[in-house]
């Protein structure tokens, strides 16, 4: 699926109160280096074994999430070479759910606008020539809106995803940003946007992960979003914390929300 999650951990005033910033190649490549060590650390595995982060959590979160309740963890919430990463983990139980429905959803892109509002606010996508029932491939383009108290901030971002069909029981999607570009006018969809790169900085590049299980009649699903996005104020690291881990337990709600309406 689609990275969804909106960080703006820097977002305490008006947008245009807030200084430009420009990303760097050097925090780039803290980033993609950050998201190649996850892959080769919780993808790879899942691949051979399907094993779950729940799986090996033992604490009441556990019957949380037997219960169908998001439980969520964070991974990694740090500022880096002139940006920040922030990275949570979540989970949740869909009883009664089939991969076949959980891939529908994700591949619904023009829906996601009901699906995951008011996050998204337009969407597209289509398969590409390499794609085969193993492993699909995908390209999307989403319009992503976030309005707080602060501020009002819209996005128009291109991402490429990877949809696998393991096995019978397991399946995973892998989405990279292509494209994350700011509006000036967050209230114009197709208005003028800032350079890509040289914005607010509020998102500058997003990965999410989704892994699913079939067992004893339902669905269990995990989520890892990691956000890229400009350094955190002194003071408003937690917002921003609270802001990635509050968007992720959104996103396993809205997901199990939808799979159960398809029934």
């Known amino acids: 699926m689609i990275g969804l999650g909106l960080v703006f951990g820097v977002a305490t005033l008006e947008a245009s109160l807030i200084p430009l910033a420009h990303l760097e190649a050097a925090t780039l490549a803290i980033f993609q280096d950050y998201t190649s060590k996850f892959e080769q650390r919780v993808s790879a595995p899942f691949n051979a074994n399907g094993k779950l982060w729940i799986d090996e959590d033992h604490s009441s979160k556990h019957k949380d999430f037997d219960a169908g309740k998001p439980v969520i963890e964070a991974r990694q919430n740090q500022d880096i070479k002139n940006g920040s990463i922030h990275h949570y983990s979540g989970a949740i139980r869909i009883p009664g759910a089939r991969i076949e429905q959980l891939r529908r959803i994700m591949g619904d892109y023009s829906n996601y606008v009901n699906y995951f509002k008011p996050d998204v606010v337009r969407g597209s996508g289509f398969l590409l020539p390499d794609s085969s029932p193993e492993d699909e491939h995908l390209q999307s383009r989403l319009f992503l809106s976030e ?23 397991r399946w995973t999607s892998r989405s990279t940003s292509l494209s994350i570009k700011e509006l000036q006018d967050a209230k114009k969809l197709d208005g003028v946007t800032y350079p890509e790169g040289d914005d607010h900085g509020f998102v500058w590049r997003t990965n999410t992960y989704w892994f699913a299980r079939a067992r004893d009649g339902g669905l269990d699903v995990e989520l890892d979003s990691m956000t890229l996005s400009r350094l955190t104020p002194l003071g408003f690291g937690w917002w921003g914390n609270k802001r990635t881990h509050d968007a992720v337990d959104k996103m ?3 997901t199990k929300t939808a799979v159960e309406a398809l029934r």
């Open 147 to 169: 309005a707080t108290v602060w501020l009002d901030v819209a996005y128009d971002a291109e991402y490429d995803s990877h949809f696998r069909r393991l096995d019978a029981n």
């Open 252 to 254: 396993l709600r809205d």
